[in-house]
């Protein structure tokens, strides 16, 4: 996959309404990020429709429970034919090397990432629940245990791509929510970046949802942001 690919976050409550807009914008280059309400209504069976239309699909179900569970969960999802799946770092290094481990058992795999420190969370969210580090110091021990544990990325606020960089290979990937385009809302997001600066930063895919799915007219949407990529 092409560096600056976005994935358009699919945060919809029906299988008509998430096919509407991939009809919409298919052909222009996007990936589908499939998140967990889409997935509780519809199950691996859209997930498995979008992917038989040529589409590259993102299963963001974040897992996280115990190693085995966790692997056998991601020989689920690479069945399905997603090219990415991501797991919670939090989770640790013996559940991420296990899920790497049995993943490495198919001829063909997913790219494995881990959710390092969510967006929507603060320097006062982290010490609430009793993190004591700031959001970049989480992230960067979190990028460091998962690339340790053979992980192919990480996914992270655009703020902290500088901090993973500097502490993880050039060859490490990093999917970047939180984009909001220069003239976007922030929404229920905290730590955000425009796409033109994500991808400067050293982002590898971006996912942008609302500012293309709820637009009036989706496909400018998208090409707008795809043009301020391109354009830096």
């Known amino acids: ?8 976050a699919l945060d919809v409550s029906s299988r008509a309404e998430a096919l509407a807009i991939v009809r919409e914008l298919k052909g222009l280059g996007a990936g589908w990020k499939i998140g967990k309400q889409l997935f509780t209504r519809e199950g691996p069976a859209l997930v498995k429709e979008i992917v038989g239309m040529g589409e590259d699909v993102f299963l963001d179900l974040k897992y996280h429970d115990i190693p085995n569970t966790v692997a056998q969960a991601g020989l689920a999802a690479a069945a399905l034919g ?36 969510l967006t929507s969370l603060g320097e006062e969210d982290l010490r609430e629940i009793g ?10 021990r979190l990028a460091r245990l998962a690339e340790e544990s053979g992980l192919d990325g990480v ?6 791509i500088e901090i993973i960089r500097s502490v993880t290979h050039p060859s490490f990937k990093i999917l970047t929510p939180g984009i909001r385009p220069a003239n976007g809302e922030k929404g229920d997001q905290k730590r955000i970046a425009t796409p033109a600066a994500a991808v400067a930063a050293g982002a590898d895919y971006l996912v942008v949802g609302r500012p293309i799915t709820q637009s009036s007219d989706r496909k400018k949407a998208f090409l707008d942001i795809r043009a301020e990529i391109r354009n830096g």
């Open 155 to 160: 996914v992270a606020s655009p703020l902290e």
């Open 82 to 117: 997603v090219k990415i799946f991501n797991v919670h770092a939090a989770g640790g290094r013996s559940m991420m090397l296990e899920t790497r481990r049995m993943l490495d058992a198919l001829p063909e795999r997913p790219l494995i990432l881990a959710v390092t420190v």
């Open 131 to 140: 993190y004591h580090d700031t959001p970049a110091q989480q992230v960067a």
């Open 1 to 8: 996959m092409e560096k600056g690919k976005v994935f358009v």
